[in-house]
Nanobody
């Protein structure tokens, strides 16, 4: 089992920044087979892909609307992926979820691609 706990959410004005963290515990990440992703879900909308990063950190992917503003990274020694969010917009308001995908299957872009989820952290951007 894997436990994921997000932190770093909050309320900011448009143009501001937040850095989300995801602390992973339980199953060790020593097998070099887990990729991590960030998703978000706004009220009344489906959960959508934001960004993903491979175990090595060399493969990255971003949803088009966050490219150039968000940066995903990870520190494997701390079992922690991060999502740096800059130039935030009101449309970025959502609950943000961290997710883990095991088995060296490549980056995932759909919620069903991931095996473990955190409880989410709220990000609110006001205009």
């Amino acid at each position: 089992q894997v436990q994921l706990v997000e932190s770093g959410g909050g309320s900011v004005q448009a143009g501001g920044s937040l850095r989300l963290s995801c602390a992973a515990s339980g199953r060790t990440f020593s097998n070099n087979d887990n990729d991590m992703g960030w998703f978000r879900q706004a009220p009344g909308k489906e959960r959508e892909f934001v960004a993903a990063i491979s175990w090595s950190g060399f493969r990255l992917s971003y949803e088009d609307s966050v490219k150039g503003r968000f940066t995903i990274s990870r520190v494997n020694a701390k079992n922690t992926p991060y999502l740096q969010m800059n130039s935030l917009k009101p449309e970025d308001t959502a609950v943000y979820y961290c997710a883990a995908r095991t088995g060296s299957r490549g980056l995932g872009f759909q919620p069903n691609d991931y095996d473990y989820w955190g409880q989410g952290t709220q990000v609110t951007v006001s205009s």
